[in-house]
């Protein structure tokens, strides 16, 4: 449905809230553990190159709760408003849907990149791993012909420590979730530091794809922020659902929850509002 159609969507949903006196299904108790629902702030570490820093610490965006409504109308009219700031259309539940992830050459010029509740922009370029070509939407989004569970998108180089750090954890969290895929993007900008990069991806045991990215992907996903680690959470609809930056102690107690929530919503979830 596109958006220029939407009036009558929205003037049907207000009825339906006006006789509808029963209890709200967007209340119901199923919200997620209260961890799982704050937004913490993010903490930037010092001390890169210029092209991006590196986060020593940890600042994690955990998943959101189930968002209590006041009314299915309500809900309609906000995620009809925000789709159409986002040139995307809805459908008839009043969700923002897609064709296929957006090109990163659409996504406009930001200071802090993707916010929660995007759409992640696809990722193709060349594996260094296989050295063969390689698309983020086989494994997530409408193109993807058996999507995952989960997806964790990470950018990372060879002289960040962090970085390295997550290199293990993250094929622990592989090896517990059969649903999850991990996909590195380097931010390394010469073959000597991408070939230290690729040293350290074996020695870790990880079975990930490292991609070599174009300006265009790394200023549609970080914007102009390029602190690293940057790990992004998408379900299989391709929405990104939680954000962390760093790798500190916050981040490995909360990424298993993040990447479980992911896999348990595949479609994509609604929230109040998406701060950029």
């Known amino acids: 449905m596109r958006l220029s159609s939407l009036a009558l969507v929205a003037v049907l949903a207000l009825i339906a809230a006006c006789i509808d006196k029963g209890p709200d299904p967007a209340s119901s108790e199923q919200s997620e553990p209260k961890q799982s629902a704050a937004e913490v702030k993010n903490v930037a570490g010092s001390g890169a190159p210029a092209a991006a820093s590196s986060v020593a610490g940890s600042a994690?965006?955990?998943?959101?709760?189930?968002l209590p409504s006041a009314s299915s109308a309500a809900m309609a009219l906000a995620n009809i408003a925000g789709a159409a700031s986002a040139g995307l259309s809805v459908d008839e539940n009043g969700l923002p849907v897609i064709e296929r992830l957006p090109d990163p050459r659409t996504i406009p010029d930001s200071p802090k990149g993707l916010v929660n509740g995007d759409f992640a922009p696809e990722l193709a370029h060349r594996d260094l791993v296989s050295a063969q070509p390689f698309a983020l939407s086989t494994l997530v989004g409408p193109q993807a012909a058996q999507p995952r569970g989960a997806v964790v998108v990470s950018f990372t180089a060879s002289w960040c420590g962090p970085c390295r750090a997550s290199l293990p954890y993250l094929k622990d969290m592989e090896e517990r979730y059969p649903q999850l895929d991990v996909v590195l993007v380097s931010l390394d900008e010469d073959q000597a530091g991408r070939d230290k990069e690729l040293r350290q991806l074996r020695a870790s045991g990880l079975q990930a794809p490292l991609l070599l990215p174009d300006e265009d992907s790394r200023r549609a996903w970080l914007g102009r922020k390029r602190n690293i680690p940057h790990l992004y959470i998408i379900n299989a609809a391709g929405e990104v659902l939680v954000q962390d930056r760093g790798f500190g102690n916050?981040?490995?107690?909360?990424l298993p929850k993040q990447i479980g929530y992911a896999i348990r919503n595949p479609g994509y979830v609604v929230?109040?509002?998406?701060v950029r």
Do not use: F, G, Q
């Open 60 to 66: 994690a965006t955990v998943a959101p709760k189930s």
């Open 271 to 274: 929230r109040a509002r998406k």
């Open 250 to 254: 916050k981040v490995r107690r909360v």
